[in-house]
């Protein structure tokens, strides 16, 4: 993990910065000729330190972990991980337009906390975006295996679990940077560049 990497190199840090002190301590008790090379190196690490501070602000900064990251690091997060994706993905429960995180929550057997906490953490997104984003996805495949040939585009999206027009195409051009028409055009275009 990126903490742990992190934390790593602050130790390093610290047990330099301690080594230096304790020659700084000999240098002080016992003075003697000897130990100028103490006094040498003491100018050099703090140059060296200021030089990482200048070139890197948050070099010293403690590595942030979250309050969240702490309270579910017990958590087998690869496993409910997997539950989740098999949930709303292989078992389609994406297209239930009317799907809530307490809802999937509790299918996994999981808080709606920890839930949220996951799809945030993993997906960089919350999960109605997840959804939504899943959503996409099949209206994606749907059109690309032809199935506006035999259905509107707004069937295939309620199919989907879009539950209005108006909130797939937002979501839709949002997602793909094309409207549903603009994209089906393309596919269109393609297909009959590839015959």
């Not at 199935?147 to 949002?174: C, E, P, V, Y």
């Amino acid at each position: 993990m990126k903490w742990k990497k992190q934390s790593t190199k602050y130790l390093l840090v610290y047990i330099y910065s301690f080594l230096v002190f304790l020659l700084w301590l000999v240098d002080y008790i016992f003075p003697h000729q000897i130990f100028t090379a103490v006094e040498i190196i003491l100018i050099a690490t703090l140059f060296v330190l200021g030089y990482l501070a200048y070139i890197k602000p948050n070099f010293f900064q403690p590595p942030s972990v979250s309050v969240l990251d702490l309270q579910y690091s017990n958590y087998n997060h690869v496993k409910y991980c997997s539950a989740f994706k098999n949930y709303i993905q292989e078992e389609s429960y994406y297209k239930d337009s009317g799907l809530t995180l307490k809802q999937a929550a509790k299918e996994i057997e999981v808080s709606p906390k920890y839930l949220s906490y996951l799809v945030n953490k993993f997906y960089q997104m919350n999960f109605k975006n997840y959804l939504n984003q899943q959503r996409v996805q099949k209206v994606i495949e749907e059109l690309k295996a032809g199935k506006h040939k035999k259905q509107t585009l707004l069937s295939i999206a309620l199919d989907a679990g879009f539950n209005s027009k108006s909130s797939f195409n937002a979501i839709f051009k949002s997602l793909t940077g094309h409207t549903p028409t603009e994209y089906l055009k393309n596919i269109d275009k393609n297909l009959s560049e590839n015959r």
